[in-house]
């Protein structure tokens, strides 16, 4: 009991600050799985979506979208590649690109975060300890990101972007420094796939471009 009383007195005073370090610092792998909601500048819930995710520090991550619609992003140290499988379409990006100052670099990336991004301890709420990270490049598509930890692993994610359009991420079953098989982080387009790297333009490419950011 002593020890239980212990354990959770360490917790309960560590920031939000002192917990993303404790887990960038402690956490080689990780997996579980998210929800993800989209809301509008008026507070209207645009998306809904579920699915698991899992990472192998720095820059490997597997991201899969189960519903509504069925879509993987996977890191694979150098690329990043986004495979929509509605539209049987692929879009690949190199790494740095994709993670100087996003989400993703949040979890995914090296220990250099302030590098990036300017970080805040956020208070806490409902036993959530929170801390705030603006990127401080001036065309980052997200004003301000809140994460929230319990136990030096992460719960919340909160996005905020420049047009006023909020995702909130929710981790559950979240497993620290698993064994992970390394194909998770490998990909080879499928066969009769659209691929669109880093030169693509165009009205379509744009509009996957759009989705895909949304998302991440």
């Known amino acids: 009991m002593g020890a239980l009383l212990a354990f959770h007195s360490a917790y309960a005073g560590a920031s939000g600050l002192d917990q993303l370090h404790a887990f ?3 956490t080689k792998t990780a997996q579980g799985a998210f929800k993800q909601v989209v809301t509008n500048r008026d507070g209207r819930t645009t998306q809904t979506t579920s699915g698991m995710f899992a990472f192998s520090r ?13 879509e993987v992003i996977v890191g694979d140290g150098g690329n990043v590649w986004v495979y929509d499988h509605d539209l049987n379409q692929v879009i690949v990006r190199q790494l740095d690109a994709a ?3 996003t989400p993703a670099a ?5 220990n250099a975060l302030e590098q990036n991004f300017t970080l805040v301890a956020a208070g806490s709420e409902n036993g959530i300890e929170y801390v705030d990270a603006t990127p401080k490049a001036p065309d980052s598509q997200f004003k301000r990101i809140r994460l929230g930890f319990v136990g030096d692993l992460p719960r919340t994610m909160v996005l905020a972007d420049a047009f006023g359009q909020t995702t909130t991420l929710t981790f559950s079953d979240v497993e620290r420094n ?3 098989d390394p194909g998770l982080f490998t990909f080879t387009p499928p066969k009769g796939a659209d691929v669109i790297g880093n030169e693509a333009s165009g009205n379509r490419n744009q509009k996957a471009q759009d989705r895909v950011n949304n998302r991440k």
């Open 106 to 110: 949040l979890l995914a990336g090296d």
């Open 58 to 70: 720095p820059g490997k991550f597997r991201w899969t979208y189960d519903k509504p619609f069925d």
């Open 24 to 26: 960038l610092e402690g």
């Open 99 to 101: 993670l100087g100052a």
């Open 178 to 180: 698993p064994r992970l």
